[in-house]
T-cell receptor, first 115, second 112 residues
Framework: DTEVTQTPKHLVMGMTNKKSLKCEQH?????MYWYKQKAKKPPELMFV???????INESVPSRFSPECPNSSLLNLHLHALQPEDSALYLC??????????????FGPGTRLTVL | DAKTTQPNSMESNEEEPVHLPCNHS???????IHWYRQLPSQGPEYVIH???SNVNNRMASLAIAEDRKSSTLILHRATLRDAAVYYC?????????????FGKGTLLTVNP
């Protein structure tokens, strides 16, 4: 199984809502990532987890709260978002460690709209 | 991560070779050259990577200039399925090597 799955595919939420995005992989990867991609722009890294511990936070606002409950799951909890947070949220996974040959496998993304 | 420069867009005909260029004049000795592509409505996918020597895999070939300041991704016979945004990315072999810093990429259109 070389697949990263993300749910839901689409999400519409109001600025006062709390919602969560979910990402799952069963490739034994111990590094997992959240990226944000605005329309017609490249993906931008948000968070990196390595062995279930947060290792990189790219100065993301606290209204985005990541969680890695186990080695296969990655969540992104959303609260009090702004309309400008509307974007495609991509999850990825890879083998961890120092080798730069470790390719990242991406999921199809969750298309988020904040009203 | 060092910066890369790619053309905004390129066009090709089906079943013809495509050469996608990437300039990385500030590349350091420890930077690997990675290529990813993003098909419409999908997440990015890994294509190929290399350090100094040319590389081939089932998807593409990567030609790296001798001074490493540029590289070219070669699709030997383009198909309609190859229409995508192609990203050339430099990854340092040390430090925060988890990071992929995407540039603007090249939008490849393949004509039937």
């Amino acid at each position: 199984d070389t697949e990263v799955t993300q749910t839901p595919k689409h999400l519409v939420m109001g600025m006062t809502n709390k919602k969560s995005l979910k990402c799952e992989q069963h490739m034994g990867h111990r590094a997992m990532y959240w990226y944000k991609q605005k329309a017609k722009k490249p993906p931008e890294l948000m968070f990196v987890y390595s062995y279930e511990k947060l290792s990189i936070n790219e100065s993301v606002p606290s209204r985005f709260s990541p969680e890695c409950p186990n080695s296969s799951l990655l969540n992104l909890h959303l609260h009090a978002l702004q309309p400008e947070d509307s974007a495609l949220y991509l999850c990825a996974s890879s083998l961890p460690g120092a080798s730069t040959s470790h390719e990242q496998f991406f999921g199809p993304g969750t298309r988020l709209t904040v009203l | 991560d060092a910066k890369t420069t790619q053309p905004n867009s390129m066009e090709s005909n089906e079943e013809e070779p495509v050469h996608l260029p990437c300039n990385h004049s500030t590349i350091s000795g420890t930077d690997y050259i990675h290529w990813y592509r993003q098909l419409p409505s999908q997440g990015p996918e890994y294509v190929i990577h290399g350090l100094t020597s040319n590389v081939n895999n089932r998807m593409a070939s990567l030609a790296i200039a001798e001074d490493r300041k540029s590289s070219t991704l070669i699709l030997h016979r383009a198909t309609l399925r190859d229409a995508a945004v192609y990203y050339c990315i430099l990854r340092d072999s040390g430090g925060s090597n988890y990071k992929l810093t995407f540039g603007k990429g090249t939008l490849l259109t393949v004509n039937p």
